[in-house]
């Protein structure tokens, strides 16, 4: 069974740190990797995608994949109230297959 | 550009009525899609996904069921509601992008069964 595990949260920061998300998963063969963002009631939003080792910047977000330990994580700078959200980490094993996700960790940027 | 569009946006029906929701993918042809449930404070449960016309996968439900008429239009069905089927409703589809699928969800559609 392919699963991708996350710490469900709730992850609290002051606005302006650093947010970090962690997720883990557990089949080798996976090729990408995503970050999505959901608001309360609304549905995910792709936010970041990920498919070598190392670090990908897009803006305040930085996601970090090593695949030997199996870990993709996701790095907000300079958090924002408006990044209070769930953010869940998806896996997509191979073109044309499932994705699989996690269920969420729940962030929280305090003012 | 794609976009993806999901209706009704919210819906409450009793329990044993019947249940039809649609989604149409515009601005791409040929779209893996995908129908997730997700309960409230819950996951992602993904219910059915179809490579092509008439070709649908099905994961998980028992009284649901999906069909795929046209190349961009997904349909989730029930021909009796239960309970537990209350929730938010997502349809996504998926492209190839080099190598990889990359997957977009659409607005939702959030189902109270009473």
């Known amino acids: 069974q392919k699963e991708v595990e996350q710490n469900s949260g709730p992850l609290s920061v002051p606005e302006g740190a650093i947010a970090s998300l962690n997720c883990t998963y557990s089949?080798?063969?996976?090729?990408?990797f995503f970050w999505y963002r959901q608001y309360s009631g609304k549905s995910p939003e792709l936010i970041m995608s990920?498919?070598?080792?190392g670090d990908k910047e897009d803006g305040r977000f930085t996601a970090q994949l090593n695949k030997a330990s199996q870990y993709v994580s996701l790095l907000i700078r300079d958090s924002q109230p408006s990044d209070s959200a769930t953010y869940l980490c998806a896996v997509n094993v191979s073109p044309g297959n499932q994705f699989y996700f996690g269920t969420g960790t729940s962030l929280t940027v305090i003012p | 550009s794609q976009t993806i569009h999901q209706w009704p946006a919210t819906l409450v029906q009793p329990v044993g009525s019947p249940l039809s929701l649609e989604c149409t993918v515009e601005?791409?042809?040929?779209?893996?899609l995908y129908w997730y449930r997700q309960a409230a404070g819950r996951g992602l449960q993904l219910l059915f996904y179809s490579v092509g016309i008439g070709q649908i996968s099905s994961e998980v439900p028992q009284n649901l069921s999906a069909s795929r008429p046209q190349d961009r239009q997904f349909i989730l069905s029930s021909k009796k509601l239960l309970l537990s089927d209350s929730g938010f409703y997502l349809c996504?589809?998926?492209?190839?992008?080099?190598?990889?699928?990359?997957?977009?969800f659409g607005p939702g559609t959030r189902l109270t069964v009473l």
């Open positions: 990920i498919y070598s080792n």
């Open positions: 996504a589809w998926s492209y190839r992008e080099w190598v990889t699928d990359t997957q977009y």
């Open positions: 089949d080798r063969g996976s090729q990408s």
């Open positions: 601005g791409t042809s040929n779209p893996n």
